[in-house]
C-alpha cells in the first residue's frame, strides 16, 4: 500500500493531485489543473478564438502555455502564413514565454521534452492528439480539442473522466534492429485502434527497461493510435539521465507509480523475442504485417521523421543502414530531424553527410508531410514508406495514394532496394 488513500494506478494518482484529491475513482469526472497547455498553428488559432470568447484579459500563466507552429512551418502558402502571423501576435500581446518559431523551433512533441517542459508527475494537454508523447518521462498527457485549451489557457484547468488502466509487461530481448516502433505495432496490432480506448497504457518489464528514452517517446507517441487517453512508462534510472541532460534536478519533478495491488483492468504478457521488423499496411495502424512479407511491394517515397521517429537513435539507425549506399533513383527519402539540436546532433555525427551523399533530402524540422502538409505530399496511385504514425486513407496526400508505416530501419532499408525490406 502507499501513502494514499487506497491502492491506485499512476493516472489516478496524477490526476488525484492535480485536482487535490487522495484518491480519485475510476469514472470520475474531475476538474484538475494542468502543468502545460500546448497548441501549434493549425489548432492555436481556434483555441485563442475560444479564449477570447471568455472575455479573459490574461491567460493563467504566461509560463505554462507552449506555442509550437510546426505543422506548416516553414510557411507553405498564404493561409498558413496567415495563421502563423496570428499566433505569433498572440503570444506577443499575451507574454507567452514558450512560443518557438523558425530557427529555434521543432516538432512540438519532441521540442517540449528537450525544452525541458514535460517532467514526471505532470500534467499535461494539448490541442494535438499526440500529447500523449510525454508519457515517455513519467508525465500523465493528452490531446484535446481547441475548445477545451482555450478553456484551460484561461482557468489553467480542464476536466478529465478517470481512466481505467490496462498494463503491458514485456519480457525477453528484442531482435537486432527491433525498436520501440515495433513494439507499440506489435500491440495495437493486437488489441486493435480501439482496444483501449479512453483508457491508460501502462507500459513495464525487463524489455522495457532495456529501451532508450527516444524509443519510449516513440512508444508514448502511438498509444493514441490504440484509442488510449495517456500512454506511460515509470521513472527510472534513463528518465532522470535524460532530464539532467535538459537541466532538470530530481527536486523540480514528483515521481509515482502503480501500486502493485492497484486495479488494472487487463494485464497483458508478451515475449519481446517474437515481435519482428514490423509494417503497419494500409489504411490502419494495426494492419500490421512483418516487413519481409511485404517485399514486393514497390515504393515511390520515404519519410525519416516526425514527432514519432525523428530523434537522434532514429537517425542513428537510417544513417547506420545507409553509410555507403544510395537511395533508388525511383525513391524520394526525405530525412526531417525532429527538432533544430536533433539536427545539429546528427550534423556533428555525420548523420546528415550519409544521408546527403546516399541521395537523400534534408529538412529543417517541420510535420510537413505526416499530415499531407508539404514537403512530400503524395499523388495518386503512389505509395510511401514513413517512420509517422498513421496511415489513413489520404493521410500524406492523395486518397489514391498507400502510407505505410515502419521504424528507422525498414524505412531505409526500404529507400535502398525500392522495395519494402529488412536491413
Known amino acids: 500500500m502507499s501513502f494514499f488513500k487506497k491502492s491506485q494506478t499512476l493516472a489516478q494518482k496524477i490526476i488525484g493531485l492535480h485536482c487535490d484529491k487522495d484518491y480519485v475513482e475510476e469514472g ?10 500546448l497548441g501549434n498553428d493549425i489548432t492555436m488559432p481556434l483555441a485563442i478564438k475560444e479564449f477570447k470568447k471568455t472575455g479573459a484579459k490574461k ?4 509560463d505554462k502555455i507552449a506555442i509550437v507552429p510546426d505543422h506548416f512551418t516553414p510557411n507553405k ?30 516538432i512540438e512533441h519532441a521540442l517540449i521534452p528537450e525544452a525541458g517542459l514535460a517532467l514526471p508527475g505532470n500534467l499535461i494537454i494539448g490541442a494535438d492528439s499526440h500529447t500523449c508523447t510525454y508519457g515517455a518521462l513519467g508525465a500523465l498527457s493528452t ?3 481547441s475548445t ?10 480542464t476536466w478529465f473522466m478517470v481512466p481505467k488502466t490496462l498494463k503491458f509487461n514485456f519480457n525477453g530481448n528484442l531482435k537486432q534492429w527491433v525498436t520501440g516502433k515495433d513494439i507499440i505495432l506489435f500491440l495495437i496490432g493486437k488489441i486493435g485502434v480501439d482496444g483501449a480506448l479512453y483508457k491508460s497504457m501502462e507500459f513495464s518489464g525487463p524489455t522495457i527497461e532495456s529501451i532508450t528514452i527516444d524509443e519510449r517517446f516513440t512508444m508514448a507517441n502511438m498509444a493514441i493510435e490504440a484509442g488510449a487517453k495517456f500512454g506511460i512508462f515509470n521513472v527510472d534510472r534513463k528518465t532522470k539521465e535524460y532530464l539532467r541532460s535538459v537541466g532538470k ?11 502493485e495491488d492497484a486495479n488494472f483492468e487487463k494485464i497483458y504478457n508478451f515475449d519481446s523475442e517474437e515481435i519482428d521488423l514490423l509494417v503497419a499496411a494500409p489504411h490502419l495502424p494495426s494492419n500490421v504485417k512483418k516487413a519481409k512479407e511485404l517485399k514486393n511491394i514497390t515504393i515511390d517515397q520515404v ?5 514519432t521517429n525523428g530523434r537522434l537513435e532514429d537517425l542513428r539507425i537510417a544513417a547506420e543502414i545507409l553509410k555507403g549506399k544510395k537511395v533508388n533513383r525511383n525513391v524520394r527519402t526525405i530525412i526531417i530531424p525532429a527538432t533544430q539540436k536533433i539536427y545539429l546532433d546528427a550534423l556533428k555525427a555525420g548523420y546528415i553527410e550519409n544521408f546527403i551523399n546516399a541521395g537523400c533530402a534534408v529538412s529543417t524540422p517541420t510535420c510537413g508531410p505526416c499530415l499531407g502538409g508539404h514537403m512530400g505530399v503524395l499523388a495518386e496511385g503512389e505509395r510511401a514508406i514513413s517512420t ?7 493521410r500524406m496526400g492523395h486518397p489514391k495514394s498507400e502510407v505505410y508505416l515502419s521504424g528507422p530501419a525498414v524505412a531505409a532499408a526500404s529507400s535502398i532496394s525500392g522495395v519494402i525490406s529488412v536491413p
Open 143 to 145: 490531446g484535446m480539442g
Open 303 to 307: 519519410v525519416i521523421g516526425s514527432c
Open 388 to 394: 509517422t504514425n498513421r496511415n489513413f486513407v489520404g
Open 59 to 62: 491567460v493563467f500563466n504566461t
Open 249 to 259: 534536478k530530481e527536486e523540480d519533478y514528483k515521481v509515482f507509480e502503480s501500486d
Open 28 to 37: 470520475e469526472i474531475v476538474n484538475a489543473k494542468v502543468d502545460l497547455v
Open 77 to 106: 502558402d498564404i493561409k498558413s502564413a496567415q495563421q502563423a502571423k496570428f499566433i505569433r501576435e498572440f503570444a506577443a500581446e499575451y507574454g507567452i514565454k514558450n512560443y518557438f518559431e523558425i530557427g529555434r523551433m521543432g
Open 148 to 157: 477545451d485549451i482555450g478553456m484551460a489557457m484561461a482557468t489553467g484547468e
